[in-house]
């Protein structure tokens, strides 16, 4: 067991991995096609900078996304799912169906998100 | 639309509840069994009382669980999960078959749960 984890349990595990606001949205962003800086900056919960670094790189580390860079000067990245963070999926599914059940006036997912 | 949302996706309305390390593993807990302050002390993850005390009340106020007073002098409450609460089981079974596919080592939940 990674002692970066508190416990063995399967639920914390994940938490300790994406239990945080912006992750999973990240994660959806980039199922979306969006896979630039600028592009999730552009999303409408408005993530910040800093943050955004923040996040990217902790994804990076944990196996989620992988970057590549598409220009030189200034280096700039592009981020895209691994295997492991697109399998994450059915988390973000089961979220929105308790979403749309129990809060009140939010978005109907697309069925091809739903279908993943 | 609750203006304490960051938008109307669903996955960002249900992060905005429940993302971050805790309210999920005391979710847990609860569908364990425990009901008790010292009960969630107790687990293995180890919360704090202050963490504890700002996520109950978190969650109360989400409408994710009711607390009932068991005893007085002093007030001690038992927690349990609203209809509301219980509804985001789906997404705890989803993240324990995250974790048991892609991180060494996690504990396999009981069939009991993942059936729920």
Do not use: H
């Not at 580390?61 to 895209?80: I, N």
């Not at 963070?85 to 009140?104: D, E, F, K, S, Y």
């Amino acid at each position: 067991m990674d002692s970066d984890f508190r416990s063995g349990c399967p639920i914390a595990t994940t938490l300790d991995l994406v239990g945080d606001r912006w992750t999973l949205v990240l994660l959806r962003d980039m199922i979306n096609g969006k896979a630039r800086f600028s592009e999730f900056l552009d999303s409408p919960e408005r993530i910040t900078t800093n943050v955004l670094t923040d996040r990217l790189g902790r994804m990076e580390a944990a196996g989620l996304v992988t970057r590549t860079a598409y220009q030189d000067r200034p280096r700039r990245f592009a981020y895209s799912l691994t295997e492991k963070g697109a399998a994450l999926t059915p988390v973000m599914q089961a979220m929105c169906r308790w979403a749309n059940a129990w809060i009140p006036d939010t978005w109907v997912p697309p069925e091809s998100f739903m279908a993943l």
